[in-house]
């Protein structure tokens, strides 16, 4: 099973990215997806998950600015960040998991570094 997540780049506050998370198989259409980061010196955090019936769920910290979405045919999961912040500067990786983000199901893939300058 493999989790590639792409799309992080550096932006200025205010700024979108567009990140996209692959993963092998069905585990896309099969699973609750979430998003996670890491900022250095801090522990990983979750993000927004969906479930397989479509629901969704934020930190607090991103609610109103991040959406989440997924695309079963290309088992491909998507975090849309608007707004972006300095503090939302982390690395980025998507699982499988619960809806809530207290548990994973799959080793952490390679994540995308996500920089936004102030």
């Known amino acids: 099973v493999q989790l590639q997540a792409s799309g992080g780049g550096l932006v200025q506050a205010g700024g979108s990215l567009r990140l996209s998370c692959v993963a092998s198989?069905?585990?896309?259409?099969?699973?609750?997806m979430g998003w996670y980061r890491q900022a250095p010196g801090k522990q990983r955090e979750f993000v927004a998950s969906?479930?397989?019936?479509?629901?969704?769920n934020y930190a607090d910290s991103v609610k109103g600015r991040f959406t989440i979405s997924r695309d079963n045919a290309k088992n491909t999961v998507y975090l849309q960040m608007n707004s972006l912040k300095p503090e939302d500067t982390a690395v980025y990786y998507c699982?499988?998991?619960?809806?809530?983000?207290?548990?994973?199901?799959?080793?952490w893939g390679q994540g995308t570094q996500v920089t936004v300058s102030s």
């Open positions: 699982n499988a998991g619960s809806f809530g983000g207290e548990w994973v199901h799959l080793p």
């Open positions: 198989g069905t585990i896309v259409s099969s699973n609750t």
């Open positions: 969906i479930s397989s019936g479509g629901s969704t």
